[in-house]
């Protein structure tokens, strides 16, 4: 797939230099950092039981979205992700509200990353006798250090995430075993469970941040066109990237329920490390400082690297002004994609409460998972099995699709349940954001140049 990537008119291609490894670091490298934080806002929901619950049902969903990702997107190997599975399968509207959806989902956990590690920082300056430290600087470091990164190449960048996610990952189970899970010396599940104090209500207020322990995992899509074998590396690397962090979440939820009460865990910002605090181990703060501060980078880092991809690949389709559609000449980035959305995540990282920033990502999130249900059927539908060349098949097709609705459907309420004005206003915003692009931008699509598989004719048209 070729680019404009110079106004003097030299077409210049993004580099396929990754393997199944730099999918993994990507999905799991955006992901782990709901471990460090985020998800324990779904115990303040319902309770330490509930969010076990919430974390099993999120998982499953997540499941099938990394199965219906895997089949979709090792049939449809373009840079864009999801929105490159609508503009194929469904028509230019649907297109342009997933990656709409995708570059909000990934700036926001941008900026709740750029939060949490400014908030760790300035946790841990005080602890230092600093009285004064602040997170503001750390939050703009973070994000124009990183944005930096990402300018410089695709290949370091995921190599760096795949370094400091293994680091991160790593060290969650060393706390795991250092806090002795087969004893009674450190973790108190009897004395601190609760049973559910909002009952099954709060269990179902819980689905909302329960999505944080794997929501990004789709984002090893927005790789296709840079990794050496789409075939392979994608399904490969996503399944390996949930089944990763199914144990992590599980793990996390384990530490930290059975040594915080779950009046205190519920508001904590960064709970794996106030877990590393109440061992009364310093090796143990320090690993889980940085960890938290690893996860935060590595998550930051992935985010940037997928929004800039959805935001490019709708430029060079011309949904976007097709000035975000160019490529550095040397380093084969989507520079411009990546600079302007910058200042995006530094308005929400700065101004923005984190559980609000949270928040905004999951809907986008939500509504993305909602359509990969409906397009995975119509896909199933218009090019059955065997009329097109399918790397992965998905199995028990169609229940995944209609678990995933289901699911999806009732995160929707639970967000409703805390977060109703948010969810309206997002909702009107999308609308909004449809009608332009109906009215003005629509015009420019050139939907014979963006429909790029080889493929014959759908069934029926």
């Given at each position: 797939m070729k680019v404009d990537a110079s106004s003097s008119g030299e077409r210049i291609s993004l580099l396929r230099v990754l393997g199944?490894?730099?999918?993994?670091?990507?999905?799991?490298?955006?992901?782990?950092?709901?471990?460090?934080?985020?998800?324990?806002?779904?115990?303040g929901k319902g309770g330490a039981i509930a969010a076990l619950i919430a974390c099993w049902f999120a998982g499953l969903l997540y499941t099938c979205v990394a199965m219906i990702d895997s089949e979709?997107?090792?049939?449809?190997?373009?840079?864009?992700?999801?929105?490159?599975?609508?503009?194929?399968?469904v028509g230019p509207l649907m297109a342009f509200n997933v990656g709409l959806y995708l570059v909000f989902a990934y700036t926001m956990v941008e900026a709740a990353n750029a939060i949490t590690l400014g908030h760790l920082v300035q946790i841990v300056g005080v602890m230092a006798g600093f009285e004064d430290a602040s997170d503001k600087p750390f939050i703009v470091l973070t994000i124009v250090f990183l944005a930096w990164l990402n300018y410089r190449g695709v290949y370091t960048t995921l190599t760096f995430s795949l370094v400091i996610t293994a680091f991160a990952f790593v060290f969650i189970c060393v706390l795991f075993f250092a806090v002795q899970p087969w004893s009674d010396a450190y973790i108190k599940h009897d004395q601190l469970l609760t049973g559910l104090p909002y009952g099954w209500l709060g269990v179902l207020a819980a689905l909302h941040f329960g999505m944080w322990f794997y929501l990004g995992i789709e984002g090893t899509t927005q790789a296709a066109e840079e990794v050496r074998s789409p075939a392979r590396a994608l399904p490969l690397g996503t399944m390996t990237g949930i089944v990763t962090l199914l144990i992590a979440s599980t793990m996390t939820w384990y530490i930290c329920s059975g040594l915080m009460p779950w009046e205190y865990l519920g508001q904590s910002v960064t709970p794996l490390f106030d877990a590393a605090r109440l061992t009364n181990s310093t090796l143990l703060m320090v690993l889980l400082f940085?960890?938290?501060?690893?996860?935060?980078?590595?998550?930051?880092?992935?985010?940037?690297?997928?929004?800039?991809?959805?935001?490019?690949?709708?430029?060079?389709?011309r949904y976007l002004p097709q000035v975000f559609g160019a490529v550095h000449p040397k380093y084969r980035t989507p520079y411009r994609a990546i600079a302007f959305l910058v200042p995006v995540a530094l308005v929400f990282a700065y101004f923005a409460p984190l559980d609000r920033v949270i928040t905004f990502s999951i809907l986008s999130g939500l509504l993305e998972y909602t359509f990969m249900a409906f397009n995975v059927m119509l896909f199933r539908r218009k090019w059955p099995l065997g009329s097109i060349k399918r790397s992965y098949v998905h199995p028990f097709h169609p229940w995944?699709?209609?678990?995933?609705?289901?699911?999806?459907?009732?995160?929707?309420?639970?967000?409703?349940?805390?977060?109703?004005?948010?969810?309206i206003a997002m909702m009107v915003f999308y609308i909004v954001a449809s009608l332009w692009f109906?009215?003005?931008?629509?015009k420019y699509v050139r939907r014979g140049e963006q429909f790029a598989?080889?493929?014959?004719?759908?069934?029926?048209?």
């Open positions: 199944p490894g730099h999918v993994w670091a990507l999905g799991v490298g955006i992901v782990l950092v709901g471990e460090y934080m985020g998800w324990n806002f779904a115990v979709v997107t090792s049939s449809v190997a373009a840079a864009g992700g999801q929105y490159a599975h609508a503009k194929h399968i940085i960890g938290t501060i690893f996860s935060a980078l590595a998550s930051a880092n992935c985010c940037i690297n997928d929004a800039s991809r959805a935001w490019f690949s709708m430029g060079r389709d995944p699709a209609v678990i995933l609705l289901v699911l999806c459907s009732a995160t929707y309420v639970a967000v409703f349940l805390g977060y109703g004005t948010q969810l109906a009215v003005h931008r629509y598989m080889p493929w014959p004719r759908p069934v029926g048209y």
